[in-house]
C-alpha cells in the first residue's frame, strides 16, 4: 500500500477536540464531519480544496483526549491519505485501524514542512520526502493489520473476509 500527497503539518499534541470539535457532534454523516476537520486547530481547514489528497503530518500524542470515532472519520472523509506523527494517543490509533484511515509514527516529523510531499510505502516501512530528497525507515504494520486498512476498516474487511467463513462453518455445523 502507498499514499502519497502534499504535507498539511500541525504541532504536539493535538486533540480530538481540536480534530472535530464537539460542537459538531450532533452529526455522524462523514461528509459534514469533513466541513469541519480540524477547525479549532485550523479554520477553515476541512473546506480547503487542496485538503483531499494530503498528507497530514504532526508531532507527538496526536489524537489525546476523547474516544470519539468522529475524529478519524472527519479526517479520512476530508481526503487525507494518511497521518503521520511522531506519537499516536492509543485509542486514536484503534480507531484508525478501525475506519481504516493508514497512519505512521515517525520521529522525524520535525524535519517536515507544511507543503512538502511525502511518499510512504507501507509494505516497505518507507518514507520519502521528495521536497527535501530524504528518506526515512519506519516500523510497518503486521499483514492483519495491513489488511484491515486496504479493506477500509475493520467493518468492511470482517463482511468480506470473515462473514463468508462464518455462513460456510455455520452450514457444516447445522446441515
Request: negative net charge.
Amino acid at each position: 500500500m502507498i499514499r502519497e500527497g502534499k504535507v498539511f503539518k500541525f504541532g504536539d499534541h493535538i486533540n480530538t477536540d481540536e480534530i472535530i470539535p464537539a460542537r459538531y457532534l450532533a452529526t455522524t454523516d462523514p461528509d459534514e464531519l469533513a466541513k469541519n476537520c480540524m477547525e479549532d486547530a485550523r479554520p477553515g481547514f476541512g473546506m480547503r480544496e487542496d485538503v483531499s489528497g494530503s498528507i497530514m503530518v504532526a508531532g507527538e500524542n496526536f489524537g489525546c483526549g476523547s474516544s470519539r470515532e468522529h475524529a478519524p472519520i472527519a479526517i479520512k472523509a476530508a481526503g487525507i491519505q494518511c497521518v503521520v506523527a511522531k506519537s499516536f494517543a492509543r485509542i486514536f490509533l484503534r480507531n484508525c485501524i478501525n475506519i481504516g484511515l493508514p497512519i505512521v509514527e515517525l520521529e522525524q516529523t520535525d524535519a517536515m514542512e507544511e507543503g512538502d510531499y511525502l511518499k510512504i510505502d507501507f509494505n516497505a516501512g518507507q518514507v520519502t520526502n521528495t521536497s527535501q530528497g530524504a528518506e526515512y525507515t519506519t516500523n510497518t504494520y503486521p499483514e492483519f493489520l495491513q489488511q484491515i486498512i486496504q479493506s477500509g476498516g475493520w467493518l468492511t474487511y470482517a463482511t468480506t473476509h470473515l462473514a463468508p467463513q462464518w455462513v460456510l462453518e455455520g452450514e457444516r455445523l447445522n446441515g
